[in-house]
């Protein structure tokens, strides 16, 4: 069955193909512009189909007209069928809960457990309204409610539970019962670097209350366990100030010693280095000089290094003393004295793994104090004189880099190509023939171009290969080769399937625009066919006996107790700390095809979109195929289409193509609507703060709050007003507009003077690595998301 909606502002048709129920979306409100609609079900709507609506609200967002509605279906009484009536007061609560209207949280959570009190949910509704209670300061009724979570649900997220316990005793004041708590929630199940976490906290909180062998307890159980040197460094120093606090001075001092000596490159071993000399502990001068230098108190490390060299004979001193020297003098300007620091290992220790590193030292120590033609002919010398140190290599790629961006570009060009030819499987070969080709581009001279690009091709991989044979089918179009042309072309595709460079020849092979729409959309599908398509794949591909169907959990996946763990934690509400939960399973399981499909399957059914693309990308990976030679069914669960109702939405009344819209959402979240990045980027298109403060005047959204865009249907508004705003502004030049959506309109609109509208001439002019492998990574997504989504 096939259902053809009309061609509005240009965009193609969107064909829906109808044949199993079970993969529809369902029904779907029209999304408003404003963070508030209001469009609520009536009471003439069936139970059913206003359940099923309320739902939707909720997931995309829209947390008022889901309270809105569930409330509708509650008012219907006894008339609404009584599983319908339960799920609609449960979703009441979750509802209000996310909307941080507590007291109706409660209020219908309250009727649910005093209603249904059959429901497999009872357990749940008691930890969200423990959750709303928190949420209000009702520290004893949340204590009861969790408390009654645990007595019916015992055994599965009981860390997690007793730390909420905790938090609310110690907001009581029940300081002995809060530390029982915390100290059991550390001893229950949770994954690795949570439990650290909580470990941490539960060390505070017994340091501030006086106890600190309980203290010290805690951090013994963290360096147990945790293995990442800084955060090591980072905890013993607590302990050692634990100690301190504590009175005992001794045992203080030492631990700070164990942090001098063991982490010398972390900030801890300089305030222990303080602390001990404050202390009278005397430390050894060139320990002294690493901690210093690594801690950017270089004339404190070069006075330690003068120090220890005075009270030693040379065949005493090593090599990397005098290396870490001559960096301290010249951090502080002084040239000279750091050359003959880097000489003394030059002359002292020919042998030593640091004597090629001081040859680059003082090539760089040159380019630093601005003596380009010093560094250059230093860095040549080292290739005639020394090229069997490792570091040749490095040296060649530096002085045809120094030459190249001081317009000497026929000597840059010579410099690679003697690097390619002395060197040619090191990285900094092959980044030295892009960088002479690209030269040789610049410059006028395709013929030199096309014969570097074409010798990159064939002594590198990956994606440095299909980008090397992109360029060269690009160069022989320009000469009239078409037979080369195309060849390269499909070389391109076959060495790095799913990159940007793949996509790129592919749409040059078939004479296609960049970012060209398909003629239509088909975004429904015969999922129960394409599932058995894709389990018969696996059988083959993986030489599977099983009997059945594979997607199922297998046992010892549904005895996984973080599987269990993040199931129990994402009904619940708690999404960030089930999303660690997930991703700890799909990490064990990386390279295992099936039950990476096994966790897609089912993360996609509970709606943990994230995780279930990450299991998904595993099959991919781990069976060793592109996305688009893999089954429908499993490219899919990589390439979502979530939300599909408000992208769609967002997409028309913007012009936007939805694909587009798709591939940018993927980049940016993974479609993880809680997404939070470091500048302060929230939600599914990763909205800065402020952007999304402009973007909120222009769009008169009342009473906005950054946290709006966590909310699946803002995030997508936000995200669509400004691509739009970028694609007018260049002239819908989509490689321009991804670049001003990610580094701003201005550096977009300067690229594009140098380069002209040609995409890959673009990509070129980009001085922002970030930038152009965004655009790469958007480009790549959308040929995927055109091939599965794009109809004929």
């Not at 009536?85 to 949280?105: T, V």
């Not at 470091?678 to 769009?699: M, W």
């Not at 691509?723 to 990610?742: I, T």
């Amino acid at each position: 069955m096939f259902a053809a909606g009309c061609n509005l502002n240009g965009q193609p048709d969107v064909i829906v193909v109808t044949a199993a129920p079970a993969a529809t979306e369902g029904p779907s409100p029209t999304p408003t512009l404003t963070p508030t609609p209001t469009i609520p079900p009536t009471p003439t709507i069936e139970p059913a189909v206003a359940l099923r609506l309320a739902d939707r609200y909720l997931v995309n967002g829209y947390y008022e007209n889901a309270v809105a509605a569930y409330q509708t279906i509650l008012a219907q009484g006894a008339s609404a069928p009584q599983d319908i009536g339960a799920a609609a007061a449960f979703g009441l609560g979750r509802s209000a809960l996310r909307e941080g209207l507590f007291a109706d949280a409660i209020n219908a959570l309250t009727t649910f457990i005093g209603q249904y009190p059959q429901d497999p949910r009872q357990a749940q509704a008691y930890f969200l309204r423990g959750d709303a209670h928190l949420g209000m300061s009702n520290w004893t009724q949340a204590l009861a409610d969790f408390k009654q979570y645990l007595a019916l649900r015992p055994g599965l997220i009981d860390s997690y539970v007793h730390e909420r316990i905790a938090d609310a005793q110690l907001a009581l004041g029940q300081a002995e019962p809060a530390l029982a708590a915390y100290a059991q929630a550390a001893e229950e199940g949770r994954s690795l670097v949570p439990q650290l976490a909580l470990r941490e906290k539960v060390a505070r909180i017994y340091r501030t209350a006086g106890q600190p062998d309980a203290a010290l307890a805690q951090y013994e159980a963290i360096l147990a366990a945790a293995r990442n040197a800084p955060y090591r460094a980072q905890i013993e120093y607590e302990a050692a100030q634990t100690l301190l606090e504590s009175g005992d001075q001794v045992a203080g001092l030492a631990r700070l010693e164990t942090i001098f000596n063991t982490y010398p490159d972390s900030p801890q071993a300089y305030q222990a280095m303080r602390m001990l000399t404050e202390n009278g502990v005397e430390l050894d001068d060139y320990a002294r000089g690493r901690v210093s230098y690594f801690y950017g108190d270089y004339e404190g490390a070069i006075d330690a290094f003068n120090a220890y060299t005075t009270d030693h004979i040379l065949a005493e001193v090593p090599a990397a003393l005098y290396l870490l020297l001559g960096r301290a003098y010249r951090e502080i300007g002084s040239t000279s004295a750091a050359v003959t620091a880097f000489q003394t290992v030059i002359d002292q220790y020919p042998t030593d793994p640091a004597f090629g590193e001081a040859l680059l030292e003082q090539g760089r120590t040159k380019f630093l104090a601005n003596d380009i033609d010093g560094a250059i002919a230093h860095y040549l010398n080292i290739a005639d004189n020394y090229g069997y140190v490792p570091q040749a290599a490095e040296a060649l790629w530096r002085a045809g880099y120094l030459y190249g961006t001081n317009d000497r570009p026929t000597e840059s060009r010579q410099v690679f190509e003697r690097l390619a030819d002395t060197y040619p499987d090191t990285d900094q070969a092959h980044s030295g023939l892009f960088l002479a080709a690209s030269a040789a581009y610049k410059l006028n001279d395709p013929v030199g171009a096309e014969r570097l690009y074409a010798k990159l091709a064939v002594t590198t991989t990956g994606d440095n290969q299909a980008a090397a044979y992109l360029w060269v089918g690009r160069l022989a179009l320009q000469r009239g080769d078409q037979p080369t042309a195309e060849q390269a072309f499909r070389l391109a595709a076959g060495a790095a399937p799913d990159s940007y460079f793949a996509a790129r020849a592919q749409d040059i092979l078939q004479g296609r625009q960049a970012f060209t729409p398909p003629p239509a959309y088909r975004f429904e599908f015969d999922e129960a066919a394409q599932l058995a398509e894709a389990e018969t794949w696996l059988r083959e591909k993986l030489a599977i006996t099983q009997e059945g169907s594979l997607w199922q959990l297998s046992p010892p996946l549904q005895a996984d107790a973080r599987l269990i763990r993040g199931n129990e934690l994402w009904a619940v509400g708690a999404h960030n700390e089930a999303e660690i939960e997930f991703r700890d399973v799909i990490d064990a399981h990386q390279n295992n095809a099936l039950t990476s499909f096994q966790l897609a399957v089912f993360l996609r059914g509970i709606g943990a979109y994230q995780p279930s693309i990450l299991a998904a990308a595993n099959i991919i990976r781990s069976v060793g195929v592109g996305t688009l030679e893999a089954p429908l069914f499993i490219a899919r669960l990589r390439y979502p289409v979530y939300y599909l109702d408000v992208v769609l939405d967002a997409a028309q009344r913007r012009a936007i193509d939805p694909l587009l819209l798709f591939s940018l959402i993927r980049h940016e979240s993974l479609f993880d609507t809680y997404a939070t990045a470091a500048a302060g980027e929230k939600g599914l298109t990763q909205v800065i703060p402020s952007t999304a403060e402009y973007i909120a005047q222009q769009l008169q959204w009342p009473n906005y709050q950054h946290s709006d865009l966590f909310r699946p249907y803002a995030g997508v508004e936000f995200g669509a007003f400004y691509l739009q705003e970028q694609l007018r502004r260049f002239d819908e030049n989509v490689h321009a507009a991804l670049a001003g959506y990610n580094a701003g309109p201005g550096r977009a609109a300067s690229w594009l003077q140098l380069s002209g509208s040609d995409p890959d001439s673009f990509m070129t002019a980009i001085t922002i690595d970030s930038t152009r492998q965004y655009i790469e990574r958007i480009y790549s997504f959308y040929t995927i998301y055109r091939a599965l989504y794009g109809a004929t």
